[in-house]
T-cell receptor
Framework: RKEVEQDPGPFNVPEGATVAFNCTYS??????FFWYRQDCRKEPKLLMS???SGNEDGRFTAQLNRASQYISLLIRDSKLSDSATYLC?????????????FGSGTRLQVQP | EPEVTQTPSHQVTQMGQEVILRCVPI?????FYWYRQILGQKVEFLVS????????KSEIFDDQFSVERPDGSNFTLKIRSTKLEDSAMYFC???????????FGPGTRLTVT
C-alpha cells in the first residue's frame, strides 16, 4: 500500500467552480500534514498546513480526519492560476523523522 | 524574501561520471534536505542533514551518494558514478525547526546520457 495516496486526476473544471481533492495516508503515526502546490517543472511550494480542527485560507479549506487517515483540500471559486498539481504531504515526527513523504499529486486544470 | 538557491539549473553528464549539485539554504535554517523527482513521478526523499551530519536517509541514498556542508553556506549532493536512472530533478530544501515548512530550491535537472 502506498504511504500517501491521491487520485492523479486530471480534474478539468471551469473558472468559478468548486473542486475537492482527497488523500489517504497509510501510517497512523503520521503527525504533520500539508498541501503543497507544484507547477510544471517547478519546485513544490507550501499551500497550507492541515490541522486537526480544519483550517481555511481564503478560497482554500483543508480538513483532516485522523480516524480515517484522510485529508482533503477544497478550492472554491477556481481561478485559471490555480491550475497546477496539488501534492498531499505527511511527516512522521514521532520517529524523529523530519522528511516529507509526498503523494503522487492531483492535477488540476481550470478552464476559461 | 530569503530563498533557497541551487546551481546549476541543468546538468548533463555521461554515465559513470561524478556530479556535484550545489545548494545554498536559507541562512538561518538548521535542517537541510535533498529530494529527487523523476519525470512524471512523485517527489522522493533522499537525505536530511542536521548539525553537520546525516540525520536520516532513504533506501535510494546508497553508497553512490554523499552530502557535504563544506562551508557555512553551501550544501552539496555528490553522485559518484552516475547511472541513467539517476536522471531526475533534484531539489534542495531547508527549514529552521523540525516539522516546520520546508522551503524548496528551484531544482537542478540532471540528465545522464
Amino acid at each position: 500500500r502506498k504511504e500517501v495516496e491521491q487520485d492523479p486526476g486530471p480534474f478539468n473544471v471551469p473558472e468559478g467552480a468548486t473542486v475537492a481533492f482527497n488523500c489517504t495516508y497509510s501510517n497512523s503515526a503520521s503527525q504533520s500534514f500539508f498541501w503543497y502546490r507544484q507547477d510544471c517543472r517547478k519546485e513544490p511550494k507550501l499551500l497550507m498546513s492541515v490541522y486537526s480542527s480544519g483550517n481555511e485560507d481564503g478560497r482554500f479549506t483543508a480538513q483532516l480526519n485522523r480516524a480515517s487517515q484522510y485529508i482533503s483540500l477544497l478550492i472554491r471559486d477556481s481561478k485559471l492560476s490555480d491550475s497546477a498539481t496539488y501534492l498531499c504531504v505527511v511527516i512522521l515526527l514521532d520517529t524523529g523523522r523530519r522528511a516529507l513523504t509526498f503523494g503522487s499529486g492531483t492535477r488540476l486544470q481550470v478552464q476559461p | 524574501e530569503p530563498e533557497v538557491t541551487q546551481t546549476p539549473s541543468h546538468q548533463v553528464t555521461q554515465m559513470g561520471q561524478e556530479v556535484i549539485l550545489r545548494c545554498v539554504p536559507i541562512s538561518n535554517h538548521l535542517y537541510f534536505y535533498w529530494y529527487r523527482q523523476i519525470l512524471g513521478q512523485k517527489v522522493e526523499f533522499l537525505v536530511s542533514f542536521y548539525n553537520n551530519e546525516i540525520s536520516e536517509k532513504s533506501e535510494i541514498f546508497d553508497d553512490q551518494f554523499s552530502v557535504e556542508r563544506p562551508d557555512g553556506s553551501n550544501f552539496t549532493l555528490k553522485i559518484r558514478s552516475t547511472k541513467l536512472e539517476d536522471s531526475a530533478m533534484y531539489f534542495c530544501a531547508s527549514n529552521d525547526l523540525a516539522g516546520s515548512e520546508q522551503y524548496f530550491g528551484p531544482g537542478t535537472r540532471l540528465t545522464v546520457t
